[in-house]
T-cell receptor
Framework: ETGVTQTPRHLVMGMTNKKSLKCEQH?????MYWYKQSAKKPLELMFV???????ENNSVPSRFSPECPNSSHLFLHLHTLQPEDSALYLC?????????????FGPGTRLTVL | AQTVTQSQPEMSVQEAETVTLSCTYD???????LFWYKQPPSRQMILVIR??????QNATENRFSVNFQKAAKSFSLKISDSQLGDAAMYFC?????????????FGGGTRVLVKP
């Protein structure tokens, strides 16, 4: 595997389910990001981890819970979601968060909440 | 806070022709970076081109070039000799060079359709 990978690519869940999204980067980067891409809205940054420490949380509801066990892996744990949470969730990584460097994106997980 | 606006939801271009995508942004900062990202149907966002605000010269990457007008806060992307593989969503993005953090602010995107 190369670059940034995300699993699953598609996920359908009910509002009472608990599921997790996984992101893995094979680039030796130290910063990882979660973005939400909703229809007709710009990409929204949700969380940033830099060297496994959460650096940014853009007022994301607590039903989204990120986890970064190491610099290569990032998870987004989901529970009691709402239909409006249906979106494409993109993961990205970069060399680190506090200097300018390119962000590399994964293919995303298309989430549908019923 | 910075905002990025892409006023064209969709643009259509004939294969081998040229298309220009518009992007305007609002900022009080003088030093920043601007980017164009491409998101094909496979959904993987790819960096197409970037521009540093302190550089007067417009960036060029093969068939992709930008027209950066700092005073007008405008950053348009020109795709020359359009190919079928150019069909995608294109996003303009802004990153501050003055604030801490590698944080991108995206526009709403422009869908590019390429007609054979």
């Amino acid at each position: 595997e190369t670059g940034v990978t995300q699993t699953p690519r598609h996920l359908v869940m009910g509002m009472t389910n608990k599921k997790s999204l996984k992101c893995e980067q094979h680039l030796g980067h130290n910063a990882m990001y979660w973005y939400k891409q909703s229809a007709k809205k710009p990409l929204e940054l949700m969380f940033v981890y830099n060297f496994k420490e959460q650096t940014e949380n853009n007022s994301v509801p607590s039903r989204f819970s990120p986890e970064c066990p190491n610099s290569s892996h990032l998870f987004l744990h989901l529970h009691t979601l709402q239909p409006e949470d249906s979106a494409l969730y993109l993961c990205a990584s970069s060399q680190d968060y506090f200097s300018y460097n390119e962000q590399f994106f994964g293919p995303g997980t298309r989430l549908t909440v019923l | 806070a910075q905002t990025v606006t892409q006023s064209q939801p969709e643009m259509s271009v004939q294969e081998a022709e040229t298309v220009t995508l518009s992007c305007t942004y609002d900022t009080s900062e003088s030093d920043y970076y601007l980017f164009w990202y491409k998101q094909p149907p496979s959904r993987q966002m790819i960096l197409v081109i970037r521009q540093e605000a302190y550089k007067q010269q417009n960036a060029t990457e093969n068939r992709f070039s930008v027209n950066f007008q700092k005073a007008a806060k405008s950053f348009s992307l020109k795709i020359s000799d359009s190919q079928l593989g150019d069909a995608a969503m294109y996003f303009c993005a802004y990153r501050s060079a003055e604030a801490a953090g590698n944080k991108l602010t995206f526009g709403g995107g422009t869908r590019v359709l390429v007609k054979p």
